[in-house]
């Protein structure tokens, strides 16, 4: 079992940035990829952005160029540098890491952006 558990989630004003954490309960290592999803109320969960093993990123549209995300091995964590938030991207924001078999989740960060 991993425990995944996210900060670094709150309210910011448009145009401002946010960074979220995610530390993992054992190596990072392990995971194939590790990455970010949102979520808001009555909407599917969707993609923000992924990092492999070997750093390769992927980012939904929305948020290219405007988000950075991150991994480090020696600490195991996945981070989620947000610049120029727009309202649009409040959310509740997931960690999520693809283990050998099972994938992982943490428990949510709210992040509000206000107009």
């Known amino acids: 079992q991993v425990q995944l558990v996210e900060s670094g989630g709150g309210l910011v004003q448009a145009g401002g940035s946010l960074r979220l954490s995610c530390a993992a309960s054992r190596s990072t290592f392990s995971f194939a990829t590790m990455g970010w999803y949102r979520q808001v109320p009555g909407k599917q969960r969707e993609l923000v952005a992924v990092?492999?093993?070997?750093?390769?990123?992927n980012y939904a549209d929305s948020v290219k160029d405007r988000f950075t995300i991150s991994r480090d091995n020696a600490k195991n964590t996945v981070d989620l540098q947000m610049n120029s938030l727009k309202p649009e991207d409040t959310a509740v924001y997931y960690c999520?890491?693809?283990?050998?078999?099972?994938?992982?989740w943490g428990q949510g960060t709210q992040v509000t952006v206000s107009s």
């Open positions: 999520k890491v693809q283990g050998r078999t099972t994938d992982y």
């Open positions: 990092i492999s093993l070997s750093g390769r990123t």
